[in-house]
């Protein structure tokens, strides 16, 4: 994951148009998340005005991925969420949320770290090809979440997928062998 502690200057024409200012080059929604998904922050502002835009265009990639069925938030809690804008939970919320994301990256890092750590199944023959399988399939299923690097680089996050079956699948006939 690269962390740049700068956040990359996405500028808002009158056009609407979004200008990347590390490249010079129009970028897209798509691109932006992009962004975001390979560890990026991000800081998109209009150009005339000088406003910060970036949370309005933060809460359009999250529709635009919520109404192509890509789920991640439950009805239950986008709900909440809207009630939260009337009451006093409005204060609480936006802490309560940061913590919940912040326990949820710290769990996986301890997760992957413990699948690195030596183990008495160390010895036990193809661990280190089962551990290769574990990393890469939390990798692709972790791709996106904020503060991860995964599976972003590749348009196509199925090829990963169709890889990891064939390898799982060459690593239970090898387990087999040796059961035998």
Not at 15 to 38: K, P
Not at 142 to 149: I, V
Request: hydrophobic share 35%.
């Amino acid at each position: 994951m690269t962390e740049d502690p700068k956040p990359l200057l996405i500028k808002r024409y009158a056009s609407r148009r979004l200008y990347n200012t590390e490249t010079s080059d129009y970028v897209t929604l798509e691109d932006i998340a992009g962004f975001i998904r390979a560890g990026r922050e991000v800081q998109i502002v209009d150009l005339k005005s000088g406003d910060d835009l970036t949370r309005q265009y933060l809460l359009q990639i999250i529709a635009e991925h919520e109404s192509r069925g890509e789920n991640v938030l439950p009805l239950g809690v986008l709900t909440d969420l809207v009630r939260s804008y009337t009451t006093q939970a409005q204060s609480v919320v936006p802490q309560f949320l940061a913590m919940s994301f912040e326990m949820l990256r710290e769990g996986q890092s301890k997760m992957v770290e413990n699948m690195t750590r030596a183990s008495p199944m160390a010895a036990m023959p193809g661990f280190e090809e089962m551990q290769r399988q574990q990393q890469a399939f939390m990798k692709t299923m972790m791709a996106g979440w904020p503060g991860t690097a995964g599976a972003s680089d590749d348009k196509d996050g199925g090829d990963d997928l169709d890889e990891i079956k064939k390898q799982l699948a060459e690593l239970q006939q090898k387990l087999s062998k040796l059961n035998k």
